[in-house]
């Protein structure tokens, strides 16, 4: 005899797994840069690949530029830069690619 029992859970977890790899995100700018950038990090099986145009090549950047809390509130994250920098997130966000297109 056959038996088949439905399991919403099992095709909820399954169909959200799914769903997460097929997003790719093309962030224009060292602000949505960044933030795409940790997302990922944090993440990286939600996201199947990042575009980051026009982003910072180092975290340092916004102190060689000057920039202040005012302009970009976004990137300032107390600690980050002591903790990690671009290639460091990068690396985290394995086994998402990441692409810094020129």
Do not use: N, Y
Request: aromatic content about 8%.
């Amino acid at each position: 005899m056959f038996s088949w029992s439905f399991k919403p859970d099992r095709l909820a977890r399954s169909l959200d797994q799914a769903a997460r790899r097929l997003v790719e995100i093309h962030a224009v700018g060292a602000r949505l840069g960044l933030a795409a950038l940790v997302a990922s990090a944090l993440e990286p099986s939600a996201i199947s690949g990042l575009r980051l145009e026009e982003s910072f090549g180092s975290l340092r950047e916004i102190v060689e530029r000057d920039l202040g809390v005012h302009q970009a509130p976004e990137l300032f994250c107390f600690g980050l830069l002591e903790a990690f920098d671009i290639k460091q997130l990068v690396a985290l966000a394995a086994p998402t690619p990441v692409e810094f297109p020129h």
